[in-house]
T-cell receptor, first 114, second 113 residues
Framework: DTGVSQDPRHKITKRGQNVTFRCDPI?????LYWYRQTLGQGPEFLTY????????KSRLLSDRFSAERPKGSFSTLEIQRTEQGDSAMYLC????????????FGPGTRLTVL | EDQVTQSPEALRLQEGESSSLNCSYT??????LFWYRQDPGKGPEFLFT?????EEKEKERLKATLTKKESFLHITAPKPEDSATYLC??????????????WGLGTSLAVNP
């Protein structure tokens, strides 16, 4: 399967703990996006990478959130000192860039903060 | 302000009962409009991209159309497996290099056998 993959699919953690999620985009897609989605809402933009460069980060994103894409391939999203309000589905999407603007999503990581 | 509104919020159909979902948008300029399907607990699945008024795209029982102010997703003779949330997203011409999408809240479709 050559689609976007995310790991883990589910994560349950206690408030105050740190969590890290991984996203493997479709190979050769140079654009990578992280979104957060809660029930009944559309995806909320978090951050965007073009190759290894993080070009935009949502102003809604607190300093507890950080993302990397060290070699322009896979990406990680870390949340430090988790809060109950961080509970959501975290989605990763990739896009081919010049060949098209469609974003292809992974299955998501469901985070529950107790 | 750029905005996307989807209606209805929820729709229940009998199997075989055709209907349409609406996505109205307000943007200074449209680069593209995207339709996605999302099943519970999963990521959105790409369906269509529309770029200009009058454009139509089809896939199985789904057909998407675009005007200057709205898009419709027509579902012909739906089956229970078409039950999902359908999301619309718009990419403005001023989206910048990140090609950011503006999302609607979706229409939750249930098709009864």
């Amino acid at each position: 399967d050559t689609g976007v993959s995310q790991d883990p699919r589910h994560k349950i953690t206690k408030r105050g703990q740190n969590v890290t999620f991984r996203c493997d985009p479709i190979s050769e897609h140079n654009r990578l996006y992280w979104y957060r989605q809660t029930l009944g809402q559309g995806p909320e933009f978090l951050t965007y990478f073009q190759n290894e460069a993080q070009l935009e980060k949502s102003r809604l994103l607190s300093d507890r959130f950080s993302a990397e894409r060290p070699k322009g391939s896979f990406s990680t999203l870390e949340i430090q000192r988790t809060e109950q309000g961080d509970s959501a589905m975290y989605l990763c999407a990739s896009s081919p860039g010049f060949d098209g603007d469609e974003q292809f999503f992974g299955p998501g990581t469901r985070l529950t903060v107790l | 302000e750029d905005q996307v509104t989807q209606s209805p919020e929820a729709l229940r159909l009998q199997e075989g009962e055709s209907s349409s979902l609406n996505c109205s948008y307000t943007v200074s300029g449209l680069r593209g409009l995207f339709w996605y399907r999302q099943d519970p607990g999963k990521g959105p699945e790409f369906l269509f991209t529309l770029y200009s008024a009058g454009e139509e795209k089809e896939k199985e029982r789904l057909k998407a159309t675009l005007t200057k102010k709205e898009s419709f997703l027509h579902i012909t003779a739906p089956k229970p497996e078409d039950s999902a949330t359908y999301l619309c997203a718009v990419q403005p011409t001023n989206a910048g290099n990140n090609r950011k999408l503006i999302w609607g809240l979706g229409t939750s479709l249930a098709v009864n056998p």
